[in-house]
């Protein structure tokens, strides 16, 4: 790591870091958008943005992501600005996602319809792109459904914040679709094969497993939440306070407001269900995975055969597309992503899958809900030798490459050590040998300041990845 140079004048400091960047033209509300669809409110350091569609479980569209964009550009670059808040109006969802069905009907207009489509992922992709590399405390309330299009507004910011309402996924390959938002990104980077499980199955994380797993950094009720909102915009940082210092005031701010975990709630994801994701969806292409499934046994038998079945209800594209995807998007920088996305998301408009799941479980006032026409029509019919995948990640042709805002780029989360520890951070510790397990839990609780549940995630990695000697010291059992 080469030595950085010493800055004697903390203000000098503040200024080389906190330099404005290029930020190239952003979308502007039209005359034609929805007038109250998102709201803003200011109270001292803090802004609010509030999505006001709750009728709609407050589902983004265009004109909501034109007037969201302005405003966030216009509060990064204001000294009044502390602390961004974004979440939604209602008890029921903070964002349940893109209007996903306004676009398979947009589609079926033909070239300009698609036109069209394809001029709504680029702003929303800029805009979580923006959000992803924002230079000022980003704080999402992940208050009740939060999917899709949902997840690319909170996903990526330093801080979020799950409650007992707290509804996870990224159900895409239900549509015909893939997971998008960056989901490139931040699927592949959660722990072992979790985020391949969750992006092939769209299976749903629910209230304290949403902080179990990463997805958020922080479990409040939701009852909490507007006295934190009002406790936030007390905060007070001095000009020159780094990026890192904020967020640290912001860390213990959010933490005064933990009244506990849920005591009924286990980790879902953990023990030996986890190693079975482990086990499964590290494999690398469908058919080895639904193999894997097929031989599990024991206490993890029932539970294969049920993501066997919900494997075989989603679009067989969608799901080559994904693991695929999981595969590539490790590599990618966060703006690679969102570049290549869009190019996948293109693919994807003139699938027949993307038209047939939104219209069958989405657009169809039949009851039951259809069960949609896939083309190939199942996991199945698709033959080794098929690179069914292949298409969506070419880059040659299709629409232009989107241009983010910014220039701004990363390959790993820069703020991350504000999230759950990770597996990483406990092997680490177990390797040095020089440890016993009380001593690594203590040591990782305290690296923490003592967060709530902190030592809940600890104990359930010791658990399934090390072996406790009687002298109370642990060896990290490697991959078989």
């Known amino acids: 790591m080469p030595l950085r140079a010493k800055i004697i004048n903390p203000q000098v400091a503040a200024r080389a870091q906190m330099s404005t960047d290029t930020i190239r033209e952003v979308p502007k509300e039209l005359e034609t958008d929805e007038p109250n669809d998102v709201l803003f409110n200011n109270l001292y350091g803090l802004r609010t943005i509030e999505l006001n569609r709750p009728a709609k479980l407050n589902s983004l569209n265009a004109s909501m992501i034109r007037k969201i964009f302005p405003r966030l550009v216009e509060w990064e670059k204001s000294d009044m600005t502390n602390v961004v808040v974004?979440?939604?109006?209602?008890?029921?969802?903070?964002?349940?996602?893109?209007?996903?069905?306004?676009?398979?009907?947009?589609?079926?207009?033909?070239?300009?319809?698609?036109?069209?489509?394809?001029?709504?992922?680029?702003?929303?992709?800029?805009?979580?792109?923006?959000?992803?590399?924002?230079?000022?405390?980003?704080?999402?309330?992940?208050?009740?459904?939060?999917?899709?299009?949902?997840?690319?507004?909170?996903?990526?910011?330093?801080?979020?914040?799950?409650?007992?309402?707290?509804?996870?996924?990224?159900?895409?390959?239900?549509?015909?679709?893939?997971?998008?938002?960056?989901?490139?990104?931040?699927?592949?980077?959660?722990?072992?094969?979790?985020?391949?499980?969750?992006?092939?199955?769209?299976?749903?994380?629910?209230?304290?497993?949403?902080?179990?797993?990463?997805?958020?950094?922080?479990?409040?009720?939701?009852?909490?939440?507007?006295?934190?909102?009002?406790?936030?915009?007390?905060?007070?940082?001095?000009?020159?306070?780094?990026?890192?210092?904020?967020?640290?005031?912001?860390?213990?701010?959010?933490?005064?407001?933990?009244?506990?975990?849920?005591?009924?709630?286990?980790?879902?994801?953990?023990?030996?269900?986890?190693?079975?994701?482990?086990?499964?969806?590290?494999?690398?292409?469908?058919?080895?995975?639904?193999?894997?499934?097929?031989?599990?046994?024991?206490?993890?038998?029932?539970?294969?055969?049920?993501?066997?079945?919900t494997l075989h209800q989603r679009s067989p594209t969608s799901v080559h597309v994904t693991l695929r995807q999981m595969r590539e998007g490790r590599k990618w920088s966060i703006t690679e992503t969102y570049e290549r996305e869009h190019k996948m998301s293109a693919k994807f408009m003139r699938h027949p899958d993307f038209a047939e799941g939104v219209t069958a479980l989405l657009i169809s006032k039949e009851k039951p809900k259809p069960k949609p026409k896939w083309q190939p029509a199942s996991l199945e019919d698709i033959q080794p030798g098929d690179d069914i995948a292949e298409p969506f990640f070419q880059t040659a042709g299709g629409p232009p490459t989107v241009q983010m805002v910014t220039d701004r780029d990363y390959s790993e989360y820069p703020y991350q050590s504000f999230g759950v520890p990770t597996e990483q951070d406990v092997e680490a510790l177990v390797r040095e040998g020089l440890w016993t397990r009380d001593e690594i839990l203590e040591q990782i609780i305290r690296k923490k300041n003592g967060r709530q549940g902190i030592s809940t995630i600890v104990d359930e990695i010791l658990d399934r990845k090390t072996i406790l000697y009687e002298n109370g010291k642990v060896e990290w059992m490697d991959e078989a």
């Open 86 to 309: 974004m979440k939604g109006a209602g008890d029921k969802a903070f964002c349940a996602g893109g209007d996903v069905a306004a676009l398979a009907i947009q589609n079926k207009e033909g070239p300009e319809g698609y036109r069209k489509s394809m001029d709504y992922f680029s702003i929303e992709y800029q805009l979580d792109h923006y959000i992803a590399t924002y230079r000022k405390p980003y704080i999402a309330f992940m208050d009740g459904i939060t999917m899709g299009g949902g997840v690319g507004l909170s996903i990526h910011a330093p801080f979020r914040i799950a409650t007992e309402r707290t509804v996870f996924a990224m159900p895409e390959t239900t549509i015909g679709f893939y997971p998008d938002v960056g989901a490139s990104f931040f699927l592949p980077r959660m722990a072992g094969s979790v985020g391949t499980y969750l992006g092939l199955t769209s299976d749903r994380l629910t209230g304290a497993n949403v902080f179990y797993s990463g997805i958020a950094t922080h479990y409040l009720h939701s009852t909490s939440l507007p006295s934190l909102e009002s406790r936030l915009a007390e905060l007070r940082f001095k000009d020159y306070d780094t990026m890192e210092e904020r967020l640290a005031v912001i860390e213990m701010t959010i933490e005064e407001y933990a009244t506990g975990l849920p005591s009924g709630e286990p980790i879902l994801l953990g023990g030996e269900l986890r190693k079975a994701i482990d086990r499964c969806f590290s494999k690398d292409n469908v058919a080895d995975i639904i193999a894997a499934l097929k031989e599990e046994e024991g206490p993890t038998k029932e539970w294969a055969e049920k993501t066997l079945a």
